[in-house]
């Protein structure tokens, strides 16, 4: 999954995608690289963001969403509201990536129910807002797992299909370095629910604390982080950057299928 940021402020590529063309383009690089699915996104969800109006959201995501269907991936659109993601759907989009876990928008988890689509909730601590300040688990990986088993019971009671949800630990939305470093090392744990699990680790500033790289430089990182999740059962992997993730992955898969040496 290669991310479109439509946005002035996402935390690693803010502004360089605003203008809709150069967000389309950079979007059709990504599919010529190898994604399968784009993730639009027009709000960003960095520690102490602003919201961003309907109106705004909309402006910013809807004709690159209606442009990327050409390209022939999945198109998701990352966002809480109900309203920008129907007209998502109406513009092309195929999946509803939620970071809310639908409790952002009460409309939302009913509006993929009655459309039919794929869907991802994703855990999060507290907002964007005050995501990071002190976050703390007993068990990060235990209460991630009870939180997502529980928002799937939700969206299942909405009338979604069971096949139709997948799940994300959230790495980095409410944790410090060392909860995002143990929801990786047992991964296998979410994974267990039985859904297909989504990894967002691209870029993450956790990664720049261990390398003390800037974000523009974590794509190594970030494959080393994506080769972990998919060897404990991770199945989408959301990054900014496609060729050097796709790389690490098929080195990994292959390997992980050999049946000896
Ligand atoms: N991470 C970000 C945004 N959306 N969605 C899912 N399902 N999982 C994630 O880990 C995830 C996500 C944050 O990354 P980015 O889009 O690059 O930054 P920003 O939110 O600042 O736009």
Do not use: W
């Not at 996104?41 to 919201?51: I, K």
């Not at 989009?93 to 970071?99: E, K, P």
């Not at 800037?214 to 959301?238: H, Y």
């Amino acid at each position: 999954m290669g991310v479109v940021n439509v946005t002035p402020d996402s935390f690693s590529d803010g502004g360089q995608y605003l203008d809709p063309q150069a967000a389309v383009e950079h979007g059709e690089l990504l599919v010529e690289q190898g994604a399968q699915m784009l993730d639009v996104g027009g709000e960003s969800t960095r520690p102490g963001a602003d919201a961003v109006p309907v109106d705004e959201e909309l402006r910013r995501v809807l004709p690159v969403v209606e442009a990327l269907t050409s390209t022939g991936a999945t198109i998701s659109i990352d966002t809480s509201k109900a309203v920008v993601a129907a007209a998502a759907l109406d513009a092309g989009a195929g999946y509803v990536n939620d970071v809310t876990a639908f409790r952002g928008d009460p409309g939302l988890a009913g509006l993929v129910a009655e459309r039919g689509v794929d869907c991802c909730v994703m855990h999060m601590l507290g907002t964007p807002r005050t995501m990071q300040d002190d976050p703390r688990y007993d068990d990060v990986v235990s209460e991630v797992k009870a939180f997502l088993e529980e928002r799937l019971a939700f969206a299942v009671a909405e009338g979604i299909a069971e096949e139709r949800v997948m799940l994300d630990p959230g790495i980095g939305f409410g944790k410090t370095v060392a909860h995002n470093l143990e929801l990786i090392r047992r991964l296998d744990e979410i994974v267990a629910i039985g859904r297909p699990v989504v990894f967002g680790v691209s870029r993450k500033s956790f990664l720049g604390k261990i390398t003390g790289r800037e974000p523009g430089d974590r794509g190594v990182a970030t494959a080393a982080a994506n080769v972990l999740a998919l060897e404990r059962g991770a199945s989408v992997f959301r990054v900014h950057d496609v060729p050097e993730t796709l790389d690490a992955l098929a080195v990994a898969a292959a390997t992980l299928r050999a049946d000896g040496p």
